[in-house]
């Protein structure tokens, strides 16, 4: 297996545009967690999926960012409008049985909204 | 204060020493979690432990649930070793949410 994948690596965009992050997750996993991480707060848990059932979603900053995994092979992070203040690293992982079995990440997005 | 507290913050060190990066926790807790983030940003799963000690190669985690503490060795440290130690907390009500330590940041020199 491949590991889990994101795209892209590297996102530039302006203030306001629409941003998003892709996941795809290691076959089989039925747990999927996004994460970010910025030097003043390290990594921060965002969502995160069981069999592509939102659990908890209570780490999502503000109504502008949304996240969907429509299946078991794919999640989306959507920022819109995009801040300044959104600029970060932004992972993915998946798992099975929780983070109870070690959880598998991403190589992340890095984010810079400009 | 952060539920999540690692020291030190910066390490450096020789090849071939003994290292430990600490890491105190404030919450209750279901298991405690060691990843490892390389300097081109990917992270990996250390250990995740509950009690006692683990060992993997040279690495070893160990925990004291009475003093909310946690310990990563590092023996005969090599320059492959250098990256971002982070430690993680998971609730005994809900174990698939981690509350992270801002990481310790180590660098071996050769």
């Known amino acids: 297996d491949a590991g889990v994948i994101q795209s892209p690596r590297h996102e530039v965009t302006e203030m306001g545009q629409e941003v998003t992050l892709r996941c795809k997750p290691i076959s089989g996993h039925d747990y999927l967690f996004w994460y970010r991480q910025t030097m003043m707060r390290g990594l921060e848990l965002l969502i995160y999926f069981n069999n592509n059932v939102p659990i908890d979603d209570s780490g999502m900053p503000e109504d502008r960012f949304s996240a969907k995994m429509p299946n078991a092979s794919f999640s989306t992070l959507k920022i819109q409008p995009s801040e300044p203040r959104d600029s970060a690293v932004y992972f993915c992982?998946?798992?099975?049985w929780g983070h109870g079995n070690g959880a598998f990440f991403g190589q992340g997005t890095r984010l810079t909204v400009v | 204060k952060n539920e999540v507290e690692q020291s030190p913050q910066n390490l450096t060190a020789q090849e071939g020493e003994f290292i430990t990066i600490n890491c105190s926790y404030s919450?209750?807790?279901?298991?405690l979690h060691w990843l490892q983030q390389h300097p081109g940003g990917g992270i990996v799963s250390l250990f995740m432990l509950s009690s006692g000690k683990k060992k993997h190669g040279r690495l070893i985690a160990t925990i004291n649930i009475q003093e909310k503490h946690s310990s990563l060795h590092i023996t005969a440290s090599h320059p492959r070793d250098s990256a971002v130690y982070i430690c993680?907390?998971?609730?005994?009500?809900?174990?698939?949410?981690?509350?992270f330590g801002t990481g310790t940041r180590l660098q071996v020199f050769p």
């Open positions: 992982a998946s798992s099975s």
């Open positions: 919450v209750g807790i279901s298991a």
């Open positions: 993680a907390v998971s609730s005994p009500y809900n174990t698939d949410k981690l509350i």
